[in-house]
């Protein structure tokens, strides 16, 4: 009893003791890892190319404008995506109010017939325009949605990464995830997705990682970044272009205006 | 033609947004498909003034899509025109599909010429979207954009966090395109009259349609007011009897007012929507030929069933007004329309192949008129341009009168071919 009391005062009265080692748990990790790779700076904006190959190598190519803003408070969080390729969905426009406890708030802008819809917010796991890429991939999952444990630390290429599994606490389309998430920049720079049978499902790379500018400060980017299915062979490519962090993206350009005309301003 | 004078127009009332540095370059893209549509009717039987015997439709159509803005966006055009050949009349035509000059100036944003206006949340089921329909375009397998008709008309929105408002004033009146007897087995309790004449409201400044959309979030609903000033779509009839019957068909006045809201809930999308039907050319409900004013109600549920199949629910009902008239003046030998519509429908859609493949089926079955409507359709993305649809409209019902109904011997199956550019 008394040692326990010595132990907490030393606790109390050391911290820096403490938290020289800097050890963190593997939620910290990962909350870094998302903050790192889903909500670097206030806002960015950038053109992103996906290139949907299948085993065969055929391809389908998706192009669109993304606007994303962070809110204070939290994780709030709100996109705005416009597609100009291909042809069928060109003007379409997702327009997405991220809330990290609830589902989110989903609106399409269907251009030819002028029509703005919510759209169920549910399917965070159905494909994001039919790339390997979910809905949840691309803005995000929840952080206490999963129970995460820091395996190891190891090397991947140059990097020195903590390896974090991450299990779904309720059903998700996986049934557990391994992620190398880089201790210096944070970002993710591989994560595999393992299915219901323990079968290695997807596999997330960073391809390619810049440090992209923004007045005095830089934020490490995954400017190429691919999903692949290994079980099918089919594999998703997007690339970055034109990244910009910081660039004072008005709060209003979040809503049902910008579906109906694209604010052309941001969309170059 | 339009677009010319409408950015002349544009950049005389706003010299100043158009400034030196942007007059000379207003970027404009290109775009555009090829599209090959056919439907055949699938029941054998043929419209007695039918042309194209068991083809509702067969058609060859080329979109081309210019747009174009200002570098700052203040300035923005779109056109959307589709030349075609209509292989059932062997003819060619234009239809434009939207043709307008807009600008946007602090909150406001304006648009002149010809646009699709969508209102509402009902799929397919249209109580606040006064809008003008292209039901024959539907029923005969184009694809849905082609539903929408534009409207000639000039459109100011505002756009704030407080308060939203769009305002739609239309000095050209558009009716819905209905299924024409050329085509369609129809009831028609007219057809025997010889002696038949159509008006269209003319164009005159008492007769200017006004619809008034005023929308903001509320309590995490997507919520809107909608008011209309203006006609209904399809028209009524008058019937005078000197010198034998004449009918003299024309659309009658109307004014609406009624509300939408949508929100996430129940791990889905919930919508209600109604709306107040004002026939104002029968405002007692004596005049048979004519729609009485009536209610009409909407409440949707959507969600996700599993991975990438969707679910939407629909109960929609009109409530007819004045019925006890309606049921005093209707002459004899016609069958009675109920004083209650009722219709219930459910939409599924499921996306296979990543996304290449869409299965998608509508059916609407109304339990007051007893008839039913059924689309199923699977549609395939064959490559980045190229994409292909088959799908059926089948019809059943136990009356020839009512809605679905009278379409019973149109059953068709229908096929899309389109290649963008």
């Not at chain 2, 296979?352 to 059924?374: E, I």
Request: net charge positive; with cysteine.
């Amino acid at each position: 009893m008394s040692t326990r009391i010595v132990i907490a005062l030393i606790a109390a009265f050391c911290p820096l003791a403490i938290h020289a080692q800097e050890k963190l748990t593997a939620a910290e990790i990962v909350d870094k890892a998302q903050a790192a790779f889903y909500s670097p700076g206030s806002d960015t904006k950038a053109r992103v190319v996906m290139d949907l190959i299948n085993a065969d190598g055929k391809k389908r190519t998706r192009v669109l404008t993304m606007l994303r803003k962070n809110f204070p408070g939290g994780r709030e969080q709100r996109y705005f995506l416009y597609f100009h390729e291909p042809g069928d969905v060109r003007r379409t426009a997702f327009l997405v109010w991220k809330y990290p406890e609830k589902d989110d708030d989903r609106w399409i802008f269907i251009p030819a017939v002028n029509m703005t819809r919510r759209i169920a917010a549910r399917d965070s796991r159905s494909s994001f325009v039919g790339s390997d890429f979910s809905y949840e991939d691309i803005s995000g999952r929840d952080l206490g949605a999963d129970s995460h444990t820091l395996l190891r630390e190891e090397k991947l290429g140059d990097f020195a990464c903590y390896v974090v599994q991450s299990t779904p606490k309720a059903a998700a389309e996986f049934s557990r995830k391994l992620s190398w998430i880089a201790k210096t920049s944070w970002l993710p720079l591989k994560e595999e997705y393992y299915d219901a049978q323990n079968q290695l499902a997807r596999v997330f790379t960073a391809d390619k990682i810049e440090a992209i500018g923004a007045g005095e400060k830089t934020y490490p980017t995954a400017v190429k970044r691919t999903m692949k299915n290994v079980q099918s062979g089919h594999r998703t490519e997007v690339v970055f272009e034109s990244v910009s962090y910081d660039v004072g993206i008005p709060a209003d350009i979040f809503t049902e205006r910008s579906l109906q005309q694209a604010p052309e301003k941001w969309m170059r | 033609m339009r677009v010319a004078s409408a950015l002349t127009v544009l950049a005389t009332l706003c010299p100043g947004t158009l400034g030196a540095e942007e007059k000379n370059r207003l970027p404009v893209t290109i775009h555009g498909f090829l599209m090959g549509n056919a439907s055949i009717r699938t029941t054998g039987k043929r419209p007695p003034m039918g042309e194209g015997g068991a083809f509702l439709l067969g058609e060859e159509r080329l979109r081309l899509d210019v747009s174009g803005a200002t570098k700052s966006g203040s300035g923005f055009l779109l056109f959307k025109g589709d030349i075609f050949h209509d292989a059932v009349a062997n003819r060619v035509d234009g239809d434009l599909r939207e043709a307008y000059a807009g600008f946007r100036r602090g909150q406001f944003d304006l648009r002149l010429g010809r646009q699709i206006v969508t209102w509402g949340v009902g799929d397919l089921f249209f109580i606040n979207d006064v809008f003008p329909k292209d039901w024959e375009s539907f029923f005969s397998g184009r694809p849905m954009e082609y539903l929408k008709r534009g409207v000639d008309a000039v459109r100011l929105q505002y756009s704030s966090g407080a308060l939203n408002v769009d305002v739609v004033a239309t000095p050209f009146f558009t009716g819905d395109a209905l299924p024409s007897p050329k085509r369609f087995f129809l009831y028609n309790p007219f057809a025997a009259v010889a002696e038949q004449r159509e008006y269209s409201p003319p164009v005159r400044a008492e007769n200017t349609e006004v619809g008034i959309r005023l929308y903001r979030r509320m309590a995490a609903f997507d919520f809107s007011l909608h008011g209309y000033r203006g006609f209904w779509r399809m028209p009524g009839a008058s019937i005078a009897a000197n010198d034998g019957p004449r009918i003299t068909r024309f659309y009658p006045r109307l004014v609406t007012w009624g509300a939408s809201a949508q929100r996430n809930l129940l791990n889905g999308v919930v919508s209600f929507e109604g709306g107040r039907y004002n026939s104002l050319d029968d405002r007692g409900g004596t005049a048979p030929g004519l729609p009485n004013s009536q209610w009409r109600i909407l409440a949707a549920y959507q969600r996700q069933l599993a991975r990438e199949l969707t679910a939407t629910f629909q109960g929609y009902a009109e409530v007819m007004e004045g019925y006890d008239s309606y049921r005093k003046y209707l002459p004899a030998g016609f069958r009675p329309e109920d004083r209650v519509r009722g219709v219930f429908s459910v939409r599924l859609t499921q996306f296979l192949g990543y996304q290449n493949w869409r299965l998608s089926a509508f059916v609407a079955c109304s339990p007051t008129d007893k008839d039913c409507f059924v689309q199923p359709e699977v549609s395939h993305r064959l490559s980045d341009r190229l994409s292909a649809a088959v799908g059926a409209n089948i019809f059943s019902g136990k009356h020839e009168t009512t809605f679905f109904g009278q379409m019973a011997k149109n059953d068709n199956v229908y096929l899309s071919i389109r290649f963008d550019f």
